[in-house]
Nanobody
């Protein structure tokens, strides 16, 4: 087991900011690609990806507003969310170790999620 624990969710007004954290235990995240996803309904949506070499990718709906980062020494991944919109309201999940080459798809390990609510 390589648990992931998200924190930092909460309620914020539109235009505000939040920073989510994802603390990993066990194997160092320096050895893993990591990502953030969110789910507001039935569909899970890709948000951001960070590869071991520093490559990052973002979902179209969050480009320019969200930033993924990692602190390998602290074994923690972050998601800085700025200029939040009501449509960003969702449960946010972190994940590590993609199971396929498609980093927008399935991962081996998931956190339990943290709720983000953006009011207008």
């Amino acid at each position: 087991q390589v648990p992931l624990v998200e924190s930092g969710g909460g309620s914020v007004q539109a235009g505000g900011s939040l920073r989510l954290s994802c603390a990993a235990s066990g194997r160092s995240i320096s050895m893993s690609a990591v990502a953030w996803f969110r789910q507001a309904g039935e569909e899970r949506e890709f948000v951001a990806f960070s590869g071991t070499g520093g490559t990052t990718y973002y979902g179209d709906s969050v480009k320019g507003r969200f930033a993924i980062s990692r602190d390998n020494a602290a074994n923690t991944v972050y998601l800085q969310m700025n200029s939040l919109k009501p449509e960003d309201t969702a449960v946010y999940y972190c994940a590590r170790d993609p199971l396929t080459v498609d980093f927008r798809s399935s991962y081996g390990y998931w956190g339990q999620g943290t709720q983000v609510t953006v009011s207008s």
